[in-house]
């Protein structure tokens, strides 16, 4: 493939989420309705921008997953295709919130566009808070489960936590909590931690996540621990005191993240994010679609640890 990427990647689509999986591109993201989801299958990463977008399930009418579908994911979890998602039962917001809990659709079959999806099911976590932006990875030879959540105890939005999985929506032991919102560019709006994702390189692992609030101020944050250590021992991870990715004004890029990774065709690392190239939104930013899909590429310093960049302008080539 060219090493051009086009950017806008995908228009109105956030929270994008791209699987390679056996030489196939599958694509799912948040729709502006947040009413369905949909996943498009290509052979390359260009040939996403094109591919059809089969609806797989749609918001039933009512009922505890009937609203505000947010942030799905693909995963292939030990043969099984899993879309892990967040749902309201309302628009309501309640305290300074909204009602969102986790869910978990399985899919069989082998074709996840034209498979029979199991009724969803809800991820239980050690709390019964607001909570969203589910990941899986596997390492060390475990399946995990990280993701966003509100502590009543803890001031702000979310904070990150991590748990093994038992199965795809069963978590194993008591979760730990790898970050909360604490530098002031991740308080800005809304004390947020959230949307994160896992990338290895060299002899760390990396988790990318997003913080503030949805406007310009949103950023991208990064943890990182070591391959060996475990997991599950929040003092074996290293915080970055700084954002690593954030809004470009020379560029016209605001509130880049929600980010995920992925590879090209010839095996090199891509950054999967949105953002928008205006910050005069009218009303919640909730409902402003134009969260554009977009990809760059990463480069990976001397040290080991990646370097993002700065978001490039719109309909641009990116080397």
Not at 70 to 82: K, R, T, Y
Not at 206 to 231: H, K, Q, R, W
Not at 248 to 274: A, I, K, M
Request: hydrophobic share 35%; proline share 8%; net charge negative.
């Amino acid at each position: 493939m060219s090493t051009i990427l086009p950017n806008p990647f995908i228009e109105q689509r956030a929270d994008p989420f791209i699987l390679l999986h056996q030489q196939h591109y599958y694509f799912i993201a948040s729709v502006p309705e947040y009413d369905r989801l949909e996943i498009r299958r290509a052979s390359s990463l260009q040939g996403l921008r094109d591919a059809e977008a089969v609806v797989v399930w749609r918001k039933p009418e009512s009922g505890p997953c009937s609203e505000l579908i947010w942030a799905p994911e693909l995963h292939n979890i030990n043969g099984q295709w899993v879309i892990y998602f967040a749902a309201a039962p309302t628009r309501d917001i309640k305290d300074g919130l909204f009602q969102h809990r986790m869910y978990a659709l399985v899919c069989d079959d082998a074709d996840p566009l034209s498979g029979q999806w199991q009724p969803c099911r809800r991820v239980f976590t050690h709390i019964d808070s607001f909570s969203l932006d589910a990941t899986h990875f596997v390492h060390q030879g475990k399946n995990w489960y990280l993701w966003a959540q509100k502590d009543p105890t803890i001031p702000g939005n979310s904070n990150l936590y991590l748990a093994e999985l038992l199965n795809p929506w069963t978590l194993k032991g008591t979760p730990v909590m790898l970050s909360r919102p604490e530098y002031e560019w991740e308080c800005a709006g809304f004390s947020v931690n959230e949307g994160p994702a896992v990338i290895t390189h060299g002899q760390r692992l990396f988790v990318s996540y997003s913080a503030s609030a949805t406007d310009e101020n949103y950023c991208m944050g990064l943890l990182s621990i070591a391959l060996d250590a475990p997991l599950l021992q929040p003092e074996a991870w290293h915080k970055s005191a700084r954002p690593v990715f954030g809004s470009s004004w020379d560029n016209h890029q605001y509130g880049p993240g929600h980010n995920c990774f992925t590879q090209d065709e010839e095996g090199r690392d891509v950054l999967v994010y949105h953002a928008r190239n205006y910050t005069e939104i009218e009303g919640d930013p909730l409902w402003d679609p134009n969260r554009h899909t977009r990809l760059k590429y990463i480069e990976w310093r001397e040290d080991g640890t990646p370097d993002f960049g700065v978001p490039p302008a719109d309909y641009t080539n990116v080397p």
